[in-house]
């Protein structure tokens, strides 16, 4: 099987719980570092599925490696290889597929319940709402042709989907660990941003395994249903003699 392609802009955005799930699979992965200068690549032919993390810039940073994964996940489209993107990664989605990125109302930071669209619950195991986590200033349009999967009060468009492909605005793969690292990286801009959508680093941590636990059910459901549009290797059939 060819592997799945993880892309990671920034150590302190880890794959988590998403790279475990994949691993306890016998998924065959391949980390792709763009800014420690891994080379990305042009076409998706060599994988079987490509996910995109999340970011401290913003997709409309005119950079040179947000255009070229930007291509690739256009090329990706073309082949039918399925993509997943977190954050960063479903922003970067949306403008590949003909969406725009804008400055959201509020920031959004810390947990929140968001509610899963009637024709989307086949994705979340059948789960009308779902208490996500979240990081992030700007919000993605639902490109043309795709759906809505998620809505949140403060966020309108946290997910969508367009055939095999999802995107979130918010984070599933995230773990107890990479929670509090974020907390402690970025306890700054928990102090400087106040707002009805952005959390203190208390509330952000209290009943963490509680919550982790609970969001990593949902996960689970999104990302069995994405690997199910995973490419599997024909299995050859052999004549057992003349």
Same mark, same amino acid.
């Given at each position: 099987?060819?592997?799945?392609?993880?892309?990671?802009?920034?150590?302190?955005?880890?794959?988590?719980?998403?790279?475990?799930?994949?691993?306890?699979?016998?998924?065959?992965?391949?980390?792709?570092?763009?800014?420690?200068?891994?080379?990305?690549?042009?076409?998706?032919?060599?994988?079987?599925?490509?996910?995109?993390?999340?970011?401290?810039?913003?997709?409309?940073?005119?950079?040179?490696?947000?255009?070229?994964?930007?291509?690739?996940?256009?090329?990706?489209?073309? /082949?039918?290889? *399925?993509?997943?993107? $977190?954050? %960063? #990664? +479903?922003?970067?989605?949306?403008? @590949?597929?003909?969406?725009?990125?804008?400055?959201?109302?509020?920031?959004?930071?810390?947990?929140?319940?968001? /509610?899963?669209? *009637?024709?989307?619950? $086949?994705? %979340? #195991? +059948?789960?009308?709402?779902?208490? @996500?986590?979240?990081?992030?200033?700007?919000?993605?349009?639902?490109?043309?042709?795709?759906?809505?999967?998620?809505?949140?009060?403060?966020?309108?468009?946290?997910? %969508?989907?367009?055939?095999?492909?999802?995107?979130?605005?918010?984070?599933?793969?995230?773990?107890?660990?990479?929670?509090?690292?974020?907390?402690?990286?970025?306890?700054?801009?928990?102090?400087?941003?106040?707002?009805?959508?952005?959390?203190?680093?208390?509330?952000?941590?209290?009943?963490?395994?509680?919550?982790?636990?609970?969001?990593?059910?949902?996960?689970?459901?999104?990302?069995?249903?994405?690997?199910?549009?995973?490419?599997?290797?024909?299995?050859?059939?052999?004549?057992?003699?003349?």
């Amino acid at each position: 099987m060819k592997p799945v392609a993880i892309f990671q802009h920034d150590k302190i955005q880890r794959p988590g719980y998403l790279l475990s799930f994949l691993q306890q699979r016998g998924i065959p992965t391949r980390i792709i570092a763009p800014m420690e200068g891994d080379p990305i690549p042009h076409s998706a032919e060599s994988f079987s599925g490509l996910i995109f993390l999340g970011s401290n810039g913003s997709v409309n940073d005119p950079l040179p490696w947000i255009a070229r994964e930007r291509l690739l996940m256009q090329d990706a489209v073309s /082949r039918d290889v *399925p993509i997943l993107g $977190h954050c %960063f #990664g +479903g922003q970067l989605l949306s403008t @590949a597929l003909g969406g725009r990125v804008t400055r959201n109302a509020t920031p959004c930071i810390g947990w929140s319940k968001l /509610r899963v669209t *009637p024709d989307s619950r $086949h994705w %979340f #195991g +059948g789960a009308t709402e779902v208490n @996500a986590f979240n990081w992030h200033y700007e919000t993605f349009s639902i490109p043309p042709g795709a759906k809505r999967t998620l809505f949140g009060t403060h966020c309108l468009n946290k997910g %969508f989907s367009m055939g095999k492909h999802l995107a979130f605005q918010c984070h599933l793969e995230v773990t107890e660990e990479i929670v509090r690292d974020w907390c402690a990286e970025g306890h700054l801009e928990l102090e400087t941003n106040p707002g009805a959508a952005v959390q203190a680093e208390s509330q952000i941590l209290f009943g963490l395994p509680q919550r982790v636990a609970s969001l990593h059910k949902v996960a689970h459901s999104v990302y069995v249903q994405w690997m199910a549009g995973l490419p599997r290797p024909q299995t050859a059939h052999y004549c057992g003699g003349w």
